[in-house]
């Protein structure tokens, strides 16, 4: 991530934690709060530059649109504290048959599971789904419905080693033709006999509890001018 790549000095996180409570910095603002040399400084600040972190406006710094999409994950990625992620998990339906995939990365390797994965910045809940779906089994379907939430956590002695936020969805196509990846083995499995297989329990779950059920979850934009928001837009 070209993010981390910049944050691989102490010196670097610190300058960027400055952008987290400041829109706008100067050279000696951030020299002064953060106590080092100024050409020390000149150095981390013309590589965050030049990696697109920070920019230059007149006198001052600040973080360039691309590094703003941090901000909200900037403890995530220094290790300070770690969230949940979240997963679109698609139940592709064709008729009485869902498609499965065998695993083939961790977690949950070896494990059936539904196809998903995780939702990009710039997706909802459909165009994420389509997205799996097409990227996993080239299969062509019609988004039908956001299902369920779901926190899930894995705990290991005592410890709790993985943590998602899976957003159930639904798509149904008239294709059984697909094209496996490098993700794992596709299989149609009828759904009245899907408890027999070695799926992950989660998945399971939610194929035969919430595969019918719809949520009322929205997707919305806010838009920002002059650090201002505007009223939501549903989409």
């Known amino acids: 991530m070209k993010y981390a790549g910049s944050l691989v000095s102490k010196e670097r996180e610190e300058i960027f934690k ?3 409570d400041k829109f706008k910095l100067k050279f000696n603002e951030i020299e002064k709060a953060i106590k080092i040399r100024s050409n020390r400084l000149a150095y981390h600040i013309n590589k965050m530059q030049k990696e697109g972190l920070i920019e230059k406006q007149n006198q001052y710094y600040l973080l360039t649109k691309d590094a703003e999409k941090y901000i909200p994950i900037f403890s995530n990625i220094i290790g300070k504290e770690l969230g949940p992620t979240p997963i679109i998990l698609v ?14 990365r961790r977690p949950y390797k070896n494990y059936w599971s539904m196809i998903g994965g ?6 909802n809940f459909k165009e994420s789904s389509i997205r799996q779906i097409k990227e996993k089994t080239s299969i062509e379907g019609r988004y039908i419905s956001i299902n369920s939430t779901l926190h899930e956590r894995v705990k290991d002695k005592g410890i709790i080693k993985h943590s998602f936020i899976l957003f159930f969805t639904k798509i149904l196509t008239n294709q059984l033709n697909f094209i496996e990846t490098e993700h794992g083995k596709l299989k149609w499995f009828k759904l009245k006999n899907i408890e027999i297989q070695k799926i992950i329990p989660s998945d399971l779950w939610l194929i035969k509890n919430k595969l019918n059920s719809k949520i009322d979850a929205k997707s919305v934009f806010m838009y920002e001018n002059k650090k201002r928001l505007s009223p939501l837009r549903f989409l």
């Open 18 to 20: 400055l952008f987290l």
């Open 91 to 104: 139940a592709l339906i064709n008729k009485d048959k869902i498609l499965l995939i065998k695993r083939n």
């Open 118 to 123: 995780k939702m990009l910045l710039g997706e």
